[in-house]
């Protein structure tokens, strides 16, 4: 069987040989595979050194102190316990916290805990182009709002938030500022100090690292420290236990080292890529692009397409790995909420197709998209009653 | 959940192109909002359908479902358009059961078929 | 420098080539690295069934269930998920749990939680061995009792309790029993049906697998579900959202398979080594075995040596790499609560050393281990004023 | 927390077999619940102390710091013991501050020693 063109980093990425090749120095057996916390031998304070080696290209990476990334199982974790966490340390202050609709569900799954705990969550509606306004995040501050969770790009339609402006009115407003910035991480200029957030989340799948490695960045000038969310051995300053996976944490580092080092570059490259992608399909009728034609990343591409069922879209454009919707949506089967909150109809949010690029998408994969996408939109179109 | 559960028979028939339609009889049931729409169209000559086609806003499996039962009528006469067994083949296609009402919508279309063919019939449209 | 001698397999263990050969297959930037959530294109379903694998073999290990195997980052997520999640699951019937005091932090963790959400928690003290009577459970047991967590080997000293008959008393009244068995697993028979086992926590790297990838198992006849305690995409029957990390589920399949491949004769091996270090030392005077001396795991020895200070031990046996009390505590420099639980005096519990073999130890190990340990014992007492 | 923060004069120190102790003279301070016990004994003859010696329930910071001083009194008179300038020459083992207590504690032995070498020069019992 031929394998289809891979075109959905934005759910997860093939892992670079390089950052592979970081993480087997500290897979050996005889090496490498100390836990961080047995200070009292040189195999623990080894892998402790390598740890502290991740936290610096990390903090690099979003301009933070590297004491004060968090290292977690991945997004998920951070955004729970940036979230949770952060509001539980604020709780002296307020139970109120302000998120999107759109956000990922980590970040909304989060807040309902926090509901079901005596919190109230505002939950904000985007524009139709998937914004979330700065002035409609002050609109929401109240006297006891604590948190204020917006991501940086959007996982399914790429679109990007002024987190900078949302920053500021937080600072200025003494509330914490969370941003997941899974998607932006590598393509958009990050600095924790600059744009104003107190917690910042990241993992390394997204971005040609490991899977099941993640951390919460805190701003060490503004918070200090979360309330845990899981308990144990004390680990991590008490902020999230549990024995430190060296090589994940190893291979996050090295993810991060290449982002900053490549970023420029990179991000040109597939700009250009997306744009040609756009151009050979948007001419067909009724191909509608979801979010911001501009204040978007340049590695994500999600269109409706008109008058075709949505089930039947992605089988024929098998040839390609894309999703419809989030991955995680993708497992349920249900249409996005993210396209919904956009305003568009279930029907077209059903026929969705996320294009999403990366590290090693090449030229020919985007003509064979192109092809491939033309020729199930025409086929589909012409079973379709619709037509007649 | 997982939709790669399409077995051979269904890509081949979702793949096919559209067939001609007939013209004489029509049916019409459902619409994207349902999450199907399905049109079956044909000829009748000499008391046999001719011309069978279909055209469907529709996931794989009812796609691959009208693309099977217009081939199946094909020459069959008027009444098995409504005939219990007609459906019998699509067994074949494994249609999980969470789409049986994308199929009732499937048959509706068949029935709307031979009730806008009795209606022709009744007014003396067709021979 | 010269690489101190390792035994200390009950803090982490060097990873098994096999192990590591069967990670870097679905490590790949080629193939194996899809979002098992993608089941809409190939590198999902290939994630997807690699990680079907790797349940059943963890699930043959323990014999359970291989649709319930829920996968978390760690033992310290499996023992929070197994304490928190159970609890609140059956919170209906009431809002008791029994523990012990020497259970590992992650489960007293988990305890504390739930003390500060309005739950009672019963601390059972073991014996001068270590030992956890079934008839102490039994007392303890209260009609708003919900859930049992009782380990299965201790980290610390290696003794073993019988949760065949914990588990029968709990079946009994209906009531959860969750057990850690991180540090039995692959060392003692593990069946959770014989043993009435509810809930199960499993790691992979005190076990020559990777760190940052654990299990909670559910017993499929007794308990369909636990509460999360992280909220996001709804993998995992929303037991535990987050992408799974496939290369690291792999590899704990894998270290789960080789378990119960090598378990008869491995331990066999591990059982002399341990015997022969034990006489090796146990003829210098004051030298205490902590723990029950039959009932305990092959692979565990943990001493303490009376007129010694514990700093000065450790750092003369420095060509070992030991632990004194569990890594956990070597992070927090306190002695053992442990080994205090046990009725050792402080400066018994600080003048400790856990030896822990493994899949590596070789008999040379194991005689360096004596001459450093004599060594260090008769170097101490000579400087010692106790000694005058 | 890192225990491994010992340099390599500690090292040196701590490993040294245990010296010859005098017996003129004797002090003694701390206990093992207390974290560190100390002795330190010497002899004295004309005026200087000789045989200078310890024994130490301790970590290793404090040992090395025992055996360094004990060195630096062999050949010093009496009054040395508590002379404020002793224990400058600690500062080469970088000792935690956590550890100012322990060090508390081998002050005492030593200011004991002196105690105990005026106490038996009150009574003759050193010439
Ligand atoms: C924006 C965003 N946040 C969080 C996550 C969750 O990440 P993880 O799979 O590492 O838990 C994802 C990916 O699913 C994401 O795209
Ligand atoms: C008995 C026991 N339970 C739980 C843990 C926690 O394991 P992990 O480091 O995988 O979170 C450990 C190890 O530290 C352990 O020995």
Redesign the interface.
Known sequence: MIKPVYLDYAATTPMDPRVRQRMLEVMGHQSGFGNPASVTHVFGRTAAAAIEQAAAEVAALVNANPDYVVWTSGATESDNLGVIGGARYRQAQGRHVVTAATEHKAVLGACAELQRHGYEVTYLQPTEMGLIEPAAVSAALRADTVLVSIMHANNETGVVQDIAAIGALCRAAGILFHVDAVQSAGKLPLDMQAQYVDLLTLNAHKACGPKGVGALVLNAATVKRVEPILFGGGQQRGMRPGTLPVHQIVGMGETARLLQLEMAEEVQRILTLRDNLWSGINDLPGILLNGHPEQRIASILTVSVA???G??L???VDDLAVTSGSACNS???EPSYVLRALGRP??LAEASLRFSLGRFTQPDDIQQAITSFRRAVT?LR??????? | ????A?NALVAER??R??TALGSAVVG?AGS??Q?????FAADVEAGRLHNVGF??????HI?AACSLTAAKLEGARPEQLVDPTLLESLKELEIPVEKTGKILILKDALSACYANFQARQATGALS
């Open positions: 008058g075709v069922e089930e039947s992605r089988f024929a497992a349920t089967g279930d029907v086929h012409a079973l379709s009653p619709e037509e007649l | 959940m997982n939709e790669a399409y979702f793949d192109a559209p019409r994207p909002a999450g199907a729409a399905v049109y055209r469907a806003f529709a996931c794989p796609i």
